[in-house]
């Protein structure tokens, strides 16, 4: 029998960063939401542990520990102690590399959620958590795919602010934005600025409620630096602010994926298909960003 899980596109629509710690790690403070684009993970059994990939950029990652779907499987395994049945898991990879849409934590997740489900049915959400959270910043918000506040280095979570359907258009100019890179050229270029939160509410009530709260009061301190190591970045910003369904343009994460949130999904259906037929050389998706999906 052959199991299948979505893992999301993770969106930054803040990212508040401050300097590193003596550990070199920088806190950070953020709204993460989810999309209802992603990749998707499947799980079957097998002769012997295998890992495949397939999808657009399933070519572009690794199939070994250096894969957060493998290094998840490790670690799960070794949390359960003894022998597992062998299984074969395969990543349909949909989603760029390297952007700023925490692809690899939300396939990680989507794998710990389908081998909990397989080998050990009675592991306890908070188990699964500790290890989630154990392969990276990302990694327990991206579990779950639901929208969350994180702090410190991303292990403290607290529930998000009510949001409305958020429909948006997700833009990359098919570049890698490496996130080692962005911080350091973030560290290189300006004093930090700090991790605080903004002031926030209980519920947002419309896009443009949110729209609004997220340019008055917060900024993701990555988009500079990203922008200045690669300036096609710039040119996806400089293009969807202009357009007239675009209520906030942003990056996300360390980038190279930005993100324009519109009043409705006419409205994103509209962007997204001019930029496609302007920028055909781009990966462009039309979404709603919330979540779980």
């Not at 542990?49 to 070994?64: A, K």
């Not at 949001?163 to 833009?171: K, M």
């Not at 500079?224 to 369904?245: H, M, N, Y």
């Not at 006419?266 to 979540?291: F, H, N, S, Y």
Request: aromatic share 6%; hydrophobic share 45%.
């Amino acid at each position: 029998m052959r199991l299948d899980a979505f893992a999301p596109a993770k969106v930054n629509l803040f990212l508040h960063v401050g300097g590193p710690d003596a550990a070199g790690y920088h806190p950070i403070s953020s709204l993460m939401v989810f999309a209802d684009v992603g990749d998707t993970v499947s799980l079957q059994p097998a002769d012997a542990l295998r890992f495949e990939t397939t999808g657009r950029f399933g070519g572009d990652i690794p199939v070994d520990d250096g894969n957060l779907v493998v290094r998840a499987a490790t670690a799960l395994r070794a949390k359960l102690g003894g022998p597992t049945p062998p299984f074969r898991l395969l990543l349909d990879k949909a989603l760029p590399i390297a952007a700023g849409l925490g692809g690899g934590s939300s396939d990680a997740g989507a794998a710990l959620r389908l081998l909990r489900d397989a080998l050990a049915p009675g592991l306890s959400d908070a188990d699964l958590e500790a290890v989630a959270g154990s392969l990276g910043a990302d990694g327990a918000a991206c579990l779950w795919g639901a929208p969350v506040i994180a702090q410190g280095r991303g292990e403290r979570l607290s529930p998000a602010p009510v949001l409305p359907a958020l429909n948006a258009v997700l833009v990359n100019p098919l570049i890698p934005s490496p996130t080692g890179a962005v911080y350091r050229a973030y560290d290189a270029a300006v004093a930090a600025q700090g991790e605080a939160m903004p002031p926030l509410l209980d519920r947002l009530e419309s896009v443009e409620e949110v729209s609004a709260w997220l340019a008055g009061y917060t900024r993701n301190d990555l988009q500079a630096p990203a922008v200045a190591l690669e300036p096609r970045i710039g040119q996806v910003l400089d293009l969807l602010a202009d357009e007239p369904e675009t209520l906030l343009a942003r990056m996300s994460g360390s980038g190279a994926t930005c993100f324009a949130l519109c009043a409705g999904d006419i409205e994103a259906e509209g962007l997204a298909e001019r930029i496609e037929q302007m920028r055909p050389d781009w990966w462009v998706k039309r979404c709603r960003l919330g979540g779980p999906f």
